[in-house]
């Protein structure tokens, strides 16, 4: 309830504008039945046509209200639960971009977007139905209760004995249901989950002709979807024929009892009548309850869902980084020297080491080139870098200076960073480029993809640089994403430029080519790579082996007393033996 309260607050003179006019949508509509038994027992009974007039008239007006201020609730409900919504969600969306990746790791991709979706919409559903029918649904029961006992006190008892048993029943149900709804909600990431990875996986699964198996997997989370679902609406849904059996009971009550009392001159046949209206319009606002029950323990499970993501704890300075895009590069007067210094790392739900007792110093400018067989550390160690994760122990030192104590977002804007995985945005080349730095113009973008060897590529597509790239790029090849993915590093002119595996789909004239143009940009360059063409002229390699560095050197040190880079660099002056050849 903390999220719906605090969220809601800002919308407080909706909400109550929602509220009040459905207080008079009820009002009138409680006196109805009260009017109804004026006309029967003021006018039919007496045959006074002109009281059957008045109250006629009455009614009929009192619809008109109740008419006008329905409409009025819907718009204020709307405004409120809508507005609420909006906020959430950037919140929620604010707090996830701030979470350290350490915390955003915790969460299954899928599991957020629904939260931020599905959920939010849930709890905006709920809101409205708050505001237009669940304060209504309870009100009209006890209005309806108090006015057949303000009618005839006698046959109103009869309705206002089922109240105990109906809340009884009613806050068994609920504790039930949201625990249920939880369980859906949780199903509900899977089926997302499997929709976003064979989405993404499209052109795999057709080459490995995996579709019937992917259909099978879908059907698979989706059937446990609909079972979960399914049991926890057939709890909300048999709540609805129980509630109208305990209500039925009272009305057969009021009939038979009212009967006696007609007969016996207690009761008028207009109070039967009313008191029956009453118990009638306790059995229609009873008949929306399993509905809003069943909307409310979602809206239990979903809060919860949201609290979980609210409560989780935020890096510090993340945003920051975020919002501080377009300051990048050399303004920051970081120089780029790196060191390592006693530097072990595990990943946090894991007792692995992923990195042990690494210790090694970049030279501002220097290239720096780190080998290993998979799985032996390579990104683990440069994601330390831009702090992505803080090491388990040792310092990391930029500038000489303890990466801890410099500002998380002066640290990162003065990075570029490539990662293994290509991404590029929809937009066009220019876009995409320059979102490594908005502020660029128009000849660093150029100047920068022309270091990335990509601008005479980009020259040849039909717009250049305003070329629009659909979803991830698929006009580009391989090769020409991850040189605009380089272009993107390049353009932010920065101090530490970190290539993880970056320049595997080019060939070795271009990644030479490419080589040079880090070299004359004077960028401390950290390389991950398996060729040895890259390694050659780098300043130090560093050899890692199960997060151990086991060599560090240069490509001749190396080769002089590392057997394994001596194998590495054998089983690879097979093909490229040519090229090797000649760079060294
Ligand atoms: N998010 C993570 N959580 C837990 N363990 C991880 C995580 N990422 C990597 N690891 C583990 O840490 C170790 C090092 O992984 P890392 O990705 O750094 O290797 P790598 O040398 O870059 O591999 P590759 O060349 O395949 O990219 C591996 O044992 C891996 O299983």
């Not at 105990?164 to 199903?187: G, N």
Request: with cysteine; glycine share 8%; charged share 20%.
């Amino acid at each position: 309830m903390n999220i719906i309260l605090t969220y809601l607050k800002k919308y407080r003179v909706a909400a109550i504008a929602a509220l009040a006019m459905m207080g008079i949508e009820l009002a009138v509509e409680l006196s109805q039945p009260l009017l109804i038994s004026k006309i029967i027992d003021n006018g039919i009974a007496e045959k006074d046509m002109g009281v059957v007039w008045l109250w006629g008239g009455v009614l009929t007006l009192s619809a008109i209200i109740a008419f006008a201020a329905g409409i009025l609730s819907s718009f204020f409900a709307s405004h409120a639960s809508q507005g609420f919504a909006f906020d959430l969600r950037e919140k929620l969306y604010e707090k996830v971009q701030s979470f350290t990746y350490e915390v955003f790791s915790r969460f299954p991709t899928s599991s957020l977007i629904t939260r931020l979706t599905g959920d939010v919409t849930q709890l905006q559903d709920t809101i409205f139905m708050a505001l237009r029918f669940m304060t209504r649904v309870p009100l009209v029961v006890l209005g309806s209760i108090v006015m057949a006992l303000v009618v005839h006190v006698k046959l109103g008892l009869l309705l206002a004995v089922t109240l105990p048993v109906l809340i009884l029943f009613l806050v068994w149900v609920m504790r039930r249901s949201s625990a249920l709804f939880k369980v859906v909600q949780s199903r509900l990431d899977g089926v997302n989950g499997i929709i976003q990875e064979n989405l993404t996986g499209i052109r795999l699964i057709r080459v490995f002709v995996r579709m019937g198996h992917e259909i099978g997997r879908f059907a698979t989370v989706s059937g446990a979807l609909m079972k979960s679902t399914i049991a926890a609406l057939r709890l909300t849904e048999t709540m609805g024929p129980l509630i109208m059996l305990i209500v039925n009971a009272a009305i057969v009550a009021v009939l038979w009892f009212g009967r006696i009392d007609i007969a016996a001159g207690d009761a008028t046949l207009g109070q039967t009548v009313a008191v029956i209206n009453y118990s009638l319009r306790t059995i229609g606002a009873m008949s929306a309850l399993s509905w809003i029950m069943a909307t409310f323990s979602r809206a239990v499970a979903s809060e919860q869902r949201i609290s979980e993501v609210m409560a989780s704890p935020e890096g510090r300075g993340e945003l920051d980084s975020a919002a501080g895009q377009g300051n990048t590069g050399r303004e920051n007067s970081i120089r780029g020297e790196i060191e390592f210094a006693d530097v072990s790392f595990s990943y946090p739900e894991s007792d692995i080491a992923a990195l042990e007792h690494i210790s090694f110093t970049a030279q501002p400018g220097k290239r720096v080139a780190i080998m290993g067989a998979t799985g032996s550390g390579k990104s683990s160690l440069v994601g330390l870098i831009p702090r992505l994760y803080e090491q388990t122990s040792g310092i990391i030192r930029i500038d000489g200076r303890d990466s801890a104590d410099i500002d998380i977002s002066r640290l990162r804007r003065s990075i570029g960073y490539v990662p293994q995985e290509v991404l590029l945005f929809t937009g066009s080349v220019r876009d995409n480029i320059a979102w490594g730095n908005e502020h660029a113009t128009a000849e660093e973008i150029e100047r920068a993809a022309a270091a990335a060897q990509i601008h005479e590529t980009v020259m040849g597509l039909p717009q250049g640089y305003d070329t629009m790239i659909g979803q991830r790029g698929v006009n580009l090849s391989g090769g020409q994403k991850q040189r605009l993915t380089i272009a993107r590093a390049l353009v932010r002119k920065p101090a530490i430029l970190i290539l993880d595996d970056s320049t595997s789909a080019l060939d070795a004239v271009t990644e030479g080519l490419l080589l040079d143009e880090l070299t004359s940009m004077s960028c401390t360059t950290v390389l991950i790579t398996q060729k040895i063409s890259s390694t050659v002229s780098a300043d130090l390699i560093l050899l890692l082996d199960e997060g151990r560095l086991i060599a560090k050197g240069t490509h001749r040190e190396l080769l002089a007393d590392s057997s394994l880079y001596r194998k590495i660099y054998e089983s690879q002056t097979g093909e490229g033996a040519q090229h090797v050849q000649s760079i060294t």
